[in-house]
């Protein structure tokens, strides 16, 4: 299940809100679109419209929560499978988190206990949402604003063991890494370091803002310099297969959107 | 905040209970001989335990497990009810619209210690219109606010 490099060039992750500006924007090599905000027996005109351009579109998942301590739910899986193969796409990526437990939804991403021995229950789950999908899983690394007090690894050489042992592909999000680096004074820098870039699928790099010291990533401004720069770094490191914008509130003019893709561009290929 | 995603139920159903009835012995790989599927159950169980008591203290009111920040824990549980607001005013714009500048101080005073019920944004709209009272007016149909969005703007 290895993902295999695929090329992706620049992208911009699909929003309703943003349809006719995504089919129109130049410069946009592939999209994302938010798994669970789509049905893939009905899918929406402007992905049709992408797709028969050729250009490639990812199902991005945000509910199944690999990170919690049940297996990954069969419907969930099979809800990802099936936007896959509606919309041939080259893999599919999720997230290293837990989004609810037993009862409980969080409605959001939480960072896992990162122990010895969740890793090898999320090992476990990993391996079985492999078995059910039809195309390569990649997994993202999540913004927190906390850690676990048992916390025995960060959560880039969580992320390393995660990968060598199931072969999952890595989903890097700058703009994750920068908030960390922020909330929590986890060196972004150390973490590039530490991750496999050999098994990176694409990136994420989003814009945010802070307050009170706290960065928020809420996917709503121009990408700050600080985190451009961590996306340099990185494609100084490896070159990535594919980087990915998201923006998804307060959406600004296409100007402004072509403007930050073509910032990424120029930004990814710095060596 | 971290990222802002709609993490919202998928269509359909939910079948949570359906996956819990399911043998203990689906869940992992066959190469292991049995202690270590023991051993495994007993990892699960430990790692369910953890989540749910951190889950509940950051959406059900519950006691802050030992060792986390609490400041942390308060901004992350703000956060989530922020987002759980947001998703529920796309979802039921009617709400808003009727409460006006009393949506958000009201929405945090039913979120704070009731979790998001099943049913997605929409479930988490109609509780809420349960909570103040209120009937809640269906949302505009898809078909045509679909149909509307992909008309030329002149």
């Keep these: ?271 | 905040m971290p990222d802002d995603h709609a993490v919202d139920e998928p269509r359909g159903p939910d079948d949570r209970a359906l996956d819990e009835r399911r043998a203990p012995d689906d869940r992992v790989t066959e190469e292991r001989p049995a202690p270590d599927e023991h051993a495994a159950d007993q990892r699960r169980q430990r790692l369910a335990d953890a989540q749910r008591g951190l889950l509940a203290a950051l959406v059900a009111g519950g006691p802050l497990p030992d060792g986390f920040d609490p400041v942390r824990l308060r901004i992350e549980a703000a956060g989530l009810i922020a987002k759980r607001r947001g998703l529920v005013a796309r979802s039921a714009p009617d709400l808003v619209i009727r409460l006006g500048p009393r949506f958000a101080a009201l929405f945090t005073e039913y979120a704070e210690r009731r979790p998001k019920p099943p049913g997605g944004s929409l479930g988490d709209a109609k509780a809420f219109a349960d909570w103040l009272g209120l009937p809640l007016n269906p949302p505009p149909a898809g078909r045509w606010a679909r149909f509307l969005r992909r008309r030329p703007i002149s």
């Excluded at chain 1, 990162?114 to 079985?128: D, F, G, H, Y």
Aim: proline letters at 8%.
């Design chain 1, 1 to 271: 299940m290895n993902p295999s490099p695929e090329r992706l060039g620049v992208g911009i992750g699909w929003r309703a809100e943003l349809d006719l500006t995504v089919e129109r924007l130049p410069g946009v090599d592939f999209v994302e679109v938010i798994a669970e905000n789509i049905r893939p027996s009905a899918l929406p005109e402007s992905l049709r419209v992408l797709r028969s351009r050729g250009t490639p579109v990812i199902p991005h998942g945000v509910s199944l929560g690999i990170g919690g301590a049940e297996p990954p739910d069969h419907r969930r899986l099979a809800h990802l499978a099936a936007c896959a193969q509606a919309l041939a796409s080259p893999l599919v990526s999720e997230h290293l988190a837990f989004v609810r437990a037993g009862d409980l939804e969080a409605g959001h991403l939480l960072p896992v206990p990162r122990t010895r021995e969740a890793l090898s229950v999320i090992v476990q789950n990993v391996r079985q949402a492999q078995e059910s999908l039809p195309v390569p899983l990649a997994l993202e690394n999540v913004a927190a604003l906390f850690g676990w007090p048992e916390d025995e690894l960060t959560e880039a050489e969580f992320l390393r063991e995660l990968v060598e042992r199931t072969g999952v592909g890595l989903l890097i999000d700058v703009a994750n890494l920068y908030t960390s680096q922020v909330n929590l004074g986890l060196d972004a820098r150390a973490a590039l370091d530490t991750l496999p870039l050999e098994e990176l699928a694409y990136v994420h790099v989003a814009g945010g803002y802070a307050r009170d010291g706290v960065w928020h990533d809420t996917h709503t401004t121009v990408i700050p310099p600080d985190v451009l720069d961590l996306l340099a770094e990185l494609s100084a490191r490896a070159e990535p297969p594919g980087v990915l914008l998201e923006w998804d509130a307060d959406y600004p003019s296409d100007a402004v959107l072509t403007a930050e893709l073509d910032r990424i561009r120029a930004a990814s290929h710095a060596r």
